[in-house]
């Protein structure tokens, strides 16, 4: 087969791990940056162009789109999959998840656990926004946020007010979490690829930060789901579309709260946590698609 990696960077490690995988696989594995591509809408023949020459014999391709060029990258994705190639994501379960509202009125619908959340468009009634979400502390999130970028813990109400009121002031999307105390700053992201949990490991946040990102200086450690957080994790991934996903959970005294679902989660942190070969993992899942 001949798949296509759909990254900007060639020397990030989740893409070098999936070219790897792929090559011991016996795979013609090829890396194109998403940005430089011209995409050729025609009636009956969709095509790509990539650096001067038209894409083709691709028989599936693996999106790694990152947050902030969304609009283009599922664009990219949108026009493989018009020319009958295979996306391990595909573009609308992609778009689903990266917009954080829409994600979590869905798993809502899906009756999933997760922090209770509030939105609001003006700063008029934060005492009846604040009171929703249980009072302070509370979690506040740019909805455009990435990493742990963007995310706030405000202490006290009058804390969350002002940072509430400062980010509505720029037009800016937020949202309003309660705050999980039991959690000790530590979150679980179990790895789905194909309804399956493939890996699993326990962030925790550094001394005196109550983010785990790994990107923020948290750590990774191997952890044992219960059965309550596994079908947690694979339903929460299903229910957005994603046969490829990094589902952030919160323990708490109520069960498993999910925070999020990442449509192109980092193979590092959950590679070096549990030894598994994730990047593997997917290859095997395009195989099956592939040869369908």
Do not use: C
């Not at 791990?17 to 795979?27: K, N």
């Not at 995310?151 to 509430?164: N, R």
């Amino acid at each position: 087969m001949k798949i296509a990696v759909l990254s900007r960077n060639t020397k990030l490690y989740s893409t070098q791990r999936l070219v790897e995988a792929g090559e011991q696989r016996g795979h013609e594995m090829v890396v194109i940056d998403h940005l430089k591509t011209v995409l050729v809408i025609e009636a009956g023949r969709p095509h790509i162009y990539y650096q001067g020459k038209e894409v083709i014999g691709v028989d599936a391709v693996i999106p790694r789109i990152g947050a902030s060029v969304t609009f283009y990258g599922t664009a990219v994705v949108r026009q493989f999959e018009m020319m009958k190639v295979f996306s391990a994501v595909e573009s609308q379960a992609l778009v689903r998840s990266r917009d954080k509202l829409r994600s979590l009125q869905l798993l809502a619908r899906a009756k999933m656990g997760m922090p209770k959340t509030a939105f609001a468009h003006n700063s008029k009634d934060l005492d009846n926004l604040l009171r929703q979400v249980g009072g302070a502390p509370v979690v506040i999130k740019l909805l455009e946020g990435t990493q742990g970028i963007g995310v706030i813990l405000a202490e006290t109400d009058k804390v969350a007010k002002s940072v509430i009121e400062g980010f509505l002031s720029l037009d800016a999307n937020i949202l309003v979490q309660e705050f999980i105390k039991e959690a000790k700053g530590a979150d679980i992201r179990a790895f789905v690829v194909d309804g399956r949990i493939v890996g699993a490991m326990k962030r925790q946040a550094a001394e005196g930060e109550f983010r785990s990102n790994l990107h923020r200086g948290g750590t990774a450690s191997l952890i044992e789901l219960t059965t309550e957080e596994k079908s947690t994790a694979i339903k929460s991934a299903k229910t957005l579309g994603l046969s490829i996903a990094g589902v952030d959970m919160l323990q708490s005294s109520r069960g498993p709260l999910v925070m999020e679902v990442n449509s192109s989660p980092g193979l590092q942190g959950i590679e070096g946590a549990t030894g598994v070969d994730i990047a593997g993992k997917i290859i095997e899942y395009v195989e099956r698609n592939e040869f369908q």
